[in-house]
């Protein structure tokens, strides 16, 4: 007794599925082989997706976006579209990869070598715009954690450029003593839709509803879970608390912003507290003693500069550099204090997401 045709035919499709399985599988194991991963798979990349993703972008492939000056290295967009293509983004990703990277390339500490640092940094990428919603970029619940492609790809695509084409590797040229979990991804959009305030995006000085993209080093991120209080100072002081624990300090130096929870940023908005109200307020009161400096082994023994004065240390002098940001879920009072690295503060910078609609990408040849 013979199969019938329309059973060999299937017998034969499940084998050429598995073939190409298989094929799939050997180019990830080749590309760990090559040292090519951030230690998870990536995705193969052929000629025609590369270009796919090129279109999508009125950028000249060979432009250059991102380099270490000091290694004698640079990215263009045909590298940084690759490496795109490897974390798992989707063409109309790549824009917002190319804006991440002029966002970071203003940032003095990527210049200056902080990829290789001992802390680690992790890049926390802002994204404001109606891109969010075009790409699925989550803005609410859990976004700071896992499960939505364009947070996790995006961010992942930075890294990757980072470790393939400017080829600062763990234990090689980083030189990070623990490093951070977010290096693997930390983009998230902001939640304007629920914030009580302007969006990071125009308070740098874009218009209302640009796409946009605003990026710095972190060196972690300390969760401020308060849902015990309706007072506005109340909860404000428990921000100066973790702003100015100890172990943030380094000599006269240290940093903090704010990824702030909507129940909490409505909570400030509420009170009558702008951002620049409440990045005041924290400077000011965001102080540790000198007596509780020298009690942890970081007295400061007479040094003088910015911050310094007669209570202690004011762990972020200059309020302009505390960002703030609002994003999350609207169903419990908590947000995260993060510290971007670096003495020189983050350049404050907002860039333009440039794309190429879905009909100028059927002009050029490009994928839909």
């Known amino acids: 007794m013979t199969a019938s045709p329309a059973l060999a035919g299937d017998a034969e499709g499940a084998a050429d599925d598995a073939a190409r399985l298989v094929y799939a599988r050997g180019a990830i194991e080749h590309a760990y082989a090559q040292g090519w991963t951030d230690g998870l798979p990536v995705v193969p990349v052929t000629a025609g997706v590369l270009e796919g ?8 492939r060979d432009e250059v976006v991102a380099t270490a000056t000091h290694l004698g290295r640079a990215c263009t967009v045909e590298q940084a579209a690759v490496n795109a293509a490897m974390a798992g983004c989707l063409p109309e990703h790549l824009p917002v990869v190319l804006a991440a990277w002029d966002a970071l390339m203003r940032q003095r500490v990527v210049t200056g070598g902080g990829w290789q640092s001992t802390s680690g940094p992790a890049p926390l990428i802002v994204v404001n715009g109606p891109v969010r ?12 954690g896992p499960g939505f492609r364009a947070n996790a790809t995006i961010a992942r695509a930075v890294g990757l450029v980072v470790r393939n084409v400017l080829g600062i590797r763990p234990q090689e040229l980083e030189q990070s003593t623990q490093g951070l979990p977010g290096r693997f991804s930390l983009c998230i959009g902001e939640n304007e839709e629920e914030s009580p305030w302007e969006p990071l995006s125009v308070e740098l000085g874009r218009a209302p509803g640009t796409d946009a993209v605003s990026a710095m080093l972190l060196r972690t991120c300390e969760f401020v879970d308060n849902r015990h209080t309706s007072d506005a100072e109340e909860l404000l002081w428990d921000f100066a608390d973790t702003i100015a624990r100890t172990g943030a300090a380094i000599g006269r130096h240290s940093s903090a912003g704010l990824v702030l929870g909507v129940e909490h940023a409505q909570l400030l908005a509420g009170a009558g507290f702008g951002k620049a109200d409440v990045q005041r307020w924290l400077s000011e009161h965001a102080v540790r003693s000198h007596a509780e400096l020298e009690r942890a082994g970081k007295g400061l023994h007479g040094e003088q500069g910015p911050g310094i004065d007669e209570n202690g240390l004011h762990m972020v002098p200059d309020p302009a550099q505390i960002p703030i940001v609002v994003a999350g879920a609207r169903n419990a009072a908590m947000s995260m204090v993060v510290r971007p690295f670096g003495f020189g503060g983050w350049s404050r910078t907002s860039h333009p997401v440039h794309r190429h609609h879905r009909e100028e990408r059927h002009r050029r040849g490009g994928a839909t």
């Open 53 to 60: 993703f090129l279109a999508a972008t009125p950028q000249h």
């Open 133 to 144: 919603a075009d790409l699925g970029i989550n803005s609410a619940g859990g976004v700071l």
